[in-house]
């Protein structure tokens, strides 16, 4: 398994939803956003409190993840930067959707920088055929890192989900 080939945005994804909100004004839309803004930190700012605990995948220990958790709880229900967004779109037929393109956040990096540092190391001590400016270090699947990745990875697609949900729900009420 390549970790640098999933990058360090695990679980970026796209999440649209269809309102029942048929009409709107400017005004109304400019303050919609303006209440959105105010609910849905962006860029490197995070929640000042823990989030709830309810929406996040099991926590781990002794891992990434679980090192990062606590960290997690205040991201939860944050956009990011970069590519990231959040959009109102209206439809042909007038209805307002939402659409939101998040991703793990800081968590999901930390944990591509990790398993590719590991890979790293163990593609330097076993394959001299790969060369470093390829990027694409790996681990054995089967292997107690590449497993713990694969592990990890998978916690950072549900945290990733959970972090949309979230933020899809902040909005929904803000329209509502």
């Not at 709880?73 to 959040?86: E, M, R, S």
């Not at 590719?116 to 681990?139: I, K, M």
Request: aromatic share 8%.
């Amino acid at each position: 398994i390549i970790p640098n080939a999933v990058g360090v945005d695990i679980g970026c994804g796209v999440c649209a939803v269809r309102s029942s909100i048929d009409e709107w004004d400017e005004q109304r839309l400019k303050s919609a956003l303006a209440l959105i803004r105010s609910r849905i930190p962006l860029g490197f700012e995070h929640h000042r409190q823990p989030q709830s605990r309810d929406l996040m995948p099991d926590q781990r220990s002794g891992t990434v993840c679980g090192r990062e958790y606590t960290n997690a709880l205040t991201q939860l229900g944050t956009l990011g930067g970069g590519n990231h967004f959040i959009e109102l779109q209206k439809d042909a037929e007038h209805h307002l959707w939402v659409m939101v393109h998040s991703g793990s956040r800081n968590v999901g990096k930390q944990v591509a920088e990790h398993y590719n540092r590991a890979a790293g190391a163990f593609t330097r001590s076993h394959d001299r055929n790969v060369p470093p400016q390829w990027e694409l270090d790996y681990l054995p699947a089967d292997s107690e890192e590449g497993s713990n990745y694969i592990d990890e990875m998978n916690w950072c697609v549900g945290f990733a989900f959970a972090n949309r949900q979230l933020m899809v729900s902040r909005i929904e009420e803000v329209l509502s």
